[in-house]
C-alpha cells in the first residue's frame, strides 16, 4: 500500500501539486497508531484530574496533578501520548511543582485521528489560558518543535526542557519524503499545502517554523537533552538549538538511550526536574552519563 501510494503521488505530482498537496498532508498529519497506557505508567495516570478541551472540533483531553501556583506543561511527541511522560510527573510533584498535559489530537485519549502545530498551539494556548500561564515546560520530540512554535506566539514560560527534540519542520518534511521514497515535488506540494492552506493568511509562516530563527521571540532558558544514539530524531537538531540560543541553552549528550528509552532514565528526569526548579548554572546531576556543551 505504501508503494503504491509513493507510485501514486510522485506520478501526480507535475500534472497536479494541488491536489498531491492535500493527499501528502493527509498522510503527513496521520499518527502511526495509538499506543496504550503502560503498566508502569497507570498510577500516575490514574492520579490525574482529567479534563476536556476542544480544538479544531476536536475533543482533547487533558490531565492536572497538583495544585497551586503555575504549572509545568508537559508536551508528548509523535504517535504517543502524556503517560509516556510519567516519570517527569512524580519527580516534578516530589519537588512540589503542579503538572498539567495534554494527548494531542489522534493521540492517547482525545479524539481525532491527526495532529499539526496549527492543533499543537491551539491545545497550548487554551491550556495556558486556563492555567494563567505555565513556569516550564518539559517536551519530547515533535513536542519540542509544537512548543517553540507556540512560545513564539507570544505565550510565556521561563524554562524549556528539550527531549529528544526535532526543532526544524523543514526536517520533518525531508524525513517524511524519505521514508516514503516522494521525489522533491511532493516535498514541494506539501509544503505549500501547509504554509499557503493550513496558515493561510499569516504571514512569514515558514520562519516560524524553525525554532533556531529569531531566539530573542523565546526568552527562556533551555536546557536539551539528546542522545547520540536516537533513530529519530538527529541530535544536530539539538546542537542547532544551543547554538542559536547561546548562553540561554545547555545541552547535555547521553549515549545508550535512543529516542524512546530517554524519557524513562532517571539521570534525564533528575537533570530536567533539576533546571525546572533551580536556577541555569546548576550543573547535571551525578550519575547522569553526557557531554555537556
Known amino acids: 500500500m505504501a508503494s503504491l501510494l509513493s507510485t501514486t503521488l510522485n506520478t501526480t505530482a507535475r500534472l497536479a501539486p494541488g491536489l498531491v498537496?492535500?493527499?501528502?498532508?493527509?498522510l503527513f498529519v496521520r499518527p502511526l497508531g495509538r499506543p496504550a497506557v503502560r503498566p508502569e505508567e497507570a498510577d500516575v495516570m490514574a492520579r490525574a484530574t482529567t479534563g476536556r478541551l476542544t480544538v479544531e472540533g476536536i475533543p482533547v483531553t487533558t490531565y492536572r496533578w497538583g495544585g497551586g501556583g503555575r504549572p509545568v506543561?508537559?508536551?508528548?511527541?509523535?504517535?504517543?501520548?502524556?503517560?509516556?511522560?510519567?516519570?517527569?510527573?512524580?519527580?516534578?510533584?516530589?519537588?512540589?511543582?503542579?503538572?498539567?498535559a495534554f494527548d494531542a489530537p489522534g493521540h492517547g485519549a482525545s479524539g481525532g485521528r491527526a495532529t499539526h502545530l496549527r492543533r499543537q498551539r491551539a491545545a497550548i494556548r487554551l491550556l495556558h489560558a486556563e492555567c494563567g500561564g505555565f513556569s516550564g515546560v518539559v517536551a519530547h520530540s515533535f513536542g519540542?518543535?509544537?512548543?517553540?512554535?507556540?512560545?513564539?506566539?507570544?505565550?510565556?514560560?521561563?524554562?524549556?526542557?528539550?527531549?529528544g527534540g526535532v526543532t526544524d519542520f523543514a526536517y520533518l518534511l525531508a524525513q517524511f519524503r524519505r521514508s516514503m521514497r516522494l521525489r522533491p515535488a511532493v516535498e514541494r506540494a506539501l509544503r505549500h499545502h501547509v504554509e499557503h492552506r493550513l496558515f493561510a493568511g499569516e504571514p512569514g509562516i515558514r520562519d516560524?517554523?524553525?525554532?533556531?530563527?529569531?531566539?530573542?521571540?523565546?526568552?527562556?532558558?533551555?536546557?536539551?537533552?539528546?542522545?547520540?544514539d536516537d533513530d529519530v530524531a538527529d541530535p544536530e537538531q539539538s546542537r542547532r538549538i544551543a547554538a542559536a540560543y547561546g548562553d540561554r541553552a545547555r545541552l547535555i549528550e547521553t549515549a545508550g538511550l535512543g529516542h524512546r528509552r530517554i524519557l524513562a532514565d532517571p539521570g534525564v528526569i533528575a537533570a530536567a526536574v533539576a533546571f525546572l526548579g533551580e536556577p541555569a548554572a546548576e550543573p547535571a546531576p551525578a550519575g547522569l552519563s553526557a557531554v555537556v556543551r
Do not use: Q
Open 208 to 228: 516560524r517554523f524553525d525554532a533556531c530563527l529569531r531566539p530573542e521571540e523565546i526568552p527562556a532558558r533551555i536546557l536539551l537533552v539528546h542522545d547520540a
Open 73 to 100: 506543561l508537559l508536551v508528548h511527541g509523535w504517535s504517543s501520548r502524556t503517560s509516556r511522560l510519567a516519570g517527569f510527573v512524580e519527580a516534578l510533584l516530589a519537588e512540589g511543582h503542579s503538572v498539567v
Open 21 to 26: 498537496g492535500r493527499a501528502a498532508f493527509a
Open 144 to 163: 519540542v518543535l509544537s512548543t517553540f512554535f507556540a512560545l513564539r506566539e507570544g505565550i510565556p514560560a521561563e524554562r524549556i526542557a528539550a527531549i
